[in-house]
């Protein structure tokens, strides 16, 4: 069966530190890979998703980047954190693409 | 622009109630998801409908999809505790190359 990995679980980081938070799948070969990021109780905001190693398309011009070195690895990334990346970020797959799974979520406080 | 409005966004009811969430667009959709979420958790896939008019039901929930493809409808009978959660609805099209469009969400508390 697949499953879907993100580290950390929760993270808190001062303004204008680095940031990388990553997200590994198992059981499925090269599969969809999305990064979105949810407001409090809200919908979720798409960021990147990826087709394939090192092919990577940004929705949102924003503070942060995303990279994917291995065909089940996704990593998002930022050089310098604001307070408005604070969030709870969410890695998600799919093979069909209108079926995603999603991990655990990563919660980030920019202080 | 939110291409898929969720209503209401926010419903609070008894244990043994019944409540209904609504999904609509003016977009036609290939496919429209139902997720849930519990707080601090990833959504978890509830159904996928494809059809338009398609009706499927997982235990005490009911999912409707509307004829034309452009909404759909979550029906919960006899909710319980263990429903409270945010329910999402995610649109996709097969233009889209595989991206949702997401709903923002209804959040639904059963108090027992």
């Known amino acids: 069966s697949q499953t879907i990995h993100q580290w950390p679980a929760t993270l808190v980081q001062p303004v204008g530190s680095p940031l990388s938070l990553e997200c590994t799948v198992e059981?499925?070969?090269?599969?969809?890979l999305y990064w979105y990021r949810q407001a409090a109780g809200r919908g979720l905001q798409l960021l990147f998703y990826s087709v394939g190693i090192g092919q990577i398309s940004s929705e949102v011009p924003q503070n942060l980047s995303a990279s994917r070195p291995q065909d089940r690895q996704f990593i998002l990334s930022s050089k310098k954190l604001l307070l408005s990346d604070s969030g709870f970020y969410l890695c998600?797959?799919?093979?069909?693409?209108?079926?995603?799974?999603f991990g655990p979520g990563t919660r980030l406080t920019v202080t | 622009t939110q291409l898929l409005e969720q209503s209401p966004q926010f419903l609070s009811i008894q244990e043994g109630e019944n409540l209904t969430v609504y999904c609509n667009s003016s977009s036609v959709f290939s496919s429209l998801q139902w997720y849930r979420q519990e707080p601090g958790e990833g959504p978890v896939l509830l159904v996928t409908?494809?059809?338009?008019?398609e009706v499927k039901k997982l235990k005490r929930l009911t999912f409707q999809f509307g004829d034309a493809r452009k909404d759909s409808s979550l029906h919960i009978t006899a909710a319980q505790p263990g429903d409270t959660g945010l329910y999402l609805c995610a649109g996709y099209k097969t233009d889209s190359w595989g991206k949702l469009q997401f709903g923002a969400g209804t959040q639904v508390v059963v108090t027992p």
């Open positions: 998600a797959w799919s093979v069909i693409g209108y079926e995603q799974y």
């Open positions: 059981g499925t070969s090269n599969p969809n």
């Open positions: 409908v494809v059809t338009g008019g």
